[in-house]
């Protein structure tokens, strides 16, 4: 069993009320857009183990160790994270093209700053957006989420909200 912790868009900002609510993960999942460069992904990292792609808004010495998408296996499932994904009906083309060739069993995205999990019928996925985690942009709750992945399941879903 893993327990994850997923975020996105922090845009430079990894305050302390999202370093506590994710305290308990084994990892971080990190859906894109930085910001702060290498030096907030290795800050990231030096809190946990950091699994993470790179955002529109990412410099490219941060594309060297985070690329623009990532097909990996955690705890039997598939997992696909890019950035800019979109959603069931409205996925971006680049998106939609490594979806059908990879059958990810979970597509997680960013990009939008609007957290949202939707079951995806058609490809039977699970889409994961955890929102913003930053205070740039125009959200205007900062959220983040962390569940658990066991022998092909996912569980335990929270949501954490913090106002901008």
């Not at 994850?4 to 308990?24: C, K, N, W, Y």
């Not at 060297?64 to 994270?81: A, D, Q, S």
């Not at 699970?126 to 709750?141: C, E, M, S």
Request: charge should be negative; aromatic fraction near 10%.
């Amino acid at each position: 069993m893993k327990y994850i912790g997923l975020i996105s868009d922090t845009h430079g900002v990894f305050s302390a009320e999202f370093r506590e609510f994710l305290a308990p993960v084994d990892e971080i999942w990190h859906a894109g857009d930085f910001g702060g460069g290498l030096d907030l992904a290795a800050a990231i990292s030096e809190f946990k183990p950091l699994v993470g792609v790179a955002g529109n808004c990412d410099n490219y010495d941060l594309r060297f160790t985070h690329p623009l998408h990532r097909f990996f296996e955690c705890e039997g499932m598939k997992v696909l994270m890019t950035h800019i994904g979109g959603y069931p009906g409205r996925y971006d083309a680049r998106a939609r093209k490594l979806i059908d060739e990879l059958h990810p069993d979970i597509f997680v995205c960013g990009h939008s700053h609007i957290l949202k999990v939707v079951r995806d019928p058609k490809r039977d996925m699970l889409v994961i957006n955890p929102g913003a985690a930053g205070i740039q942009g125009f959200h205007v709750v900062r959220t983040a989420l962390r569940f658990r992945l066991d022998q092909g399941r996912i569980s335990d879903m929270e949501i954490f909200e913090l106002d901008r």
